[in-house]
């Protein structure tokens, strides 16, 4: 049982350069979610998924697009990367909240992107 | 939504019991307290969670009080693998299901 996955775990690009993550999950969990944290911080949301073909913003979207074609899979999208973009990466998932109303968050471990 | 507040660190000596507190005074009726750690640069883990009784699990102790604006945290017996960010976290509840916003968290560092 793998949980959440992520790919890839590290990159670098450069300032410019596009480039997607990857976040797959194997619960069936209908939501999805892509957090970011940089050096000392807490976890801050970018966007978030209540079901496939479903996408909404969360708390810092800007410069991020994402997309949930399929029920399992949640893609995070630079598509044109800048060195304030650079950070790790979280991936997370949970059930619905009518079906299973523990409101707990599977994470993956992380990517971690560095703009040059 | 309700915000939380918690030390930025605390110690506590391996065997010991931990305890870490939250503040959330402005929680509404139907808003869930959740815990959280992050071990170094790993991905958070769901700790415990509970909205008026006190909770407990195989990992640790949930303590919230009579008023709900704050709770604490136990973890038993600390050992070294304990020490992490440990992130106390008010759900929100809307039509986003279960998303949750991290604040800075609780350094504990267990010490031999």
């Known amino acids: 049982n793998a949980g959440v996955t992520q790919t890839p775990k590290f990159r670098v690009l450069k300032t410019g350069q596009s480039m997607t993550l990857l976040c797959a999950q194997d619960m069936n969990h209908e939501y999805m979610y892509w957090y970011r944290q940089d050096p000392g911080m807490g976890l801050r949301l970018i966007h978030y998924?209540?079901?496939?073909?479903?996408?909404a913003k969360g708390e810092v979207p800007d410069g991020y697009n994402v997309s949930r074609l399929k029920k399992q899979n949640f893609l995070l999208g630079l598509e044109s990367a800048a060195p304030s973009q650079t950070s790790v990466y979280f991936c997370?998932?949970?059930?619905?909240?009518?079906?299973?109303?523990?409101?707990?968050?599977?994470f993956g471990e992380g990517s971690r992107l560095t703009v040059l | 939504d309700a915000k939380t507040t918690q030390p930025p660190s605390m110690d506590c000596a391996e065997g010991r019991a931990a305890n870490l507190p939250c503040n959330h005074s402005t929680i509404s009726g139907n808003e869930y307290v959740y815990w959280y750690r992050q071990i170094h640069s790993q991905g958070p883990q769901y700790i415990i969670h509970g909205l008026k009784n006190n909770e407990t699990n195989e990992m640790a102790s949930l303590i919230i009080t009579e008023d709900r604006k704050s709770s604490t945290l136990i973890l038993p017996h600390a050992t070294l693998r304990d020490t992490a960010v440990y992130y106390c976290?008010?759900?929100?509840?809307?039509?986003?299901?279960?998303?949750?916003?991290f604040g800075g968290g609780t350094r504990l560092m267990v010490k031999p």
């Open positions: 976290i008010v759900r929100v509840p809307n039509n986003a299901g279960n998303m949750l916003t």
């Open positions: 997370a998932s949970s059930d619905n909240a009518d079906r299973a109303d523990t409101g707990e968050l599977f």
């Open positions: 998924s209540v079901g496939e073909g479903t996408t």
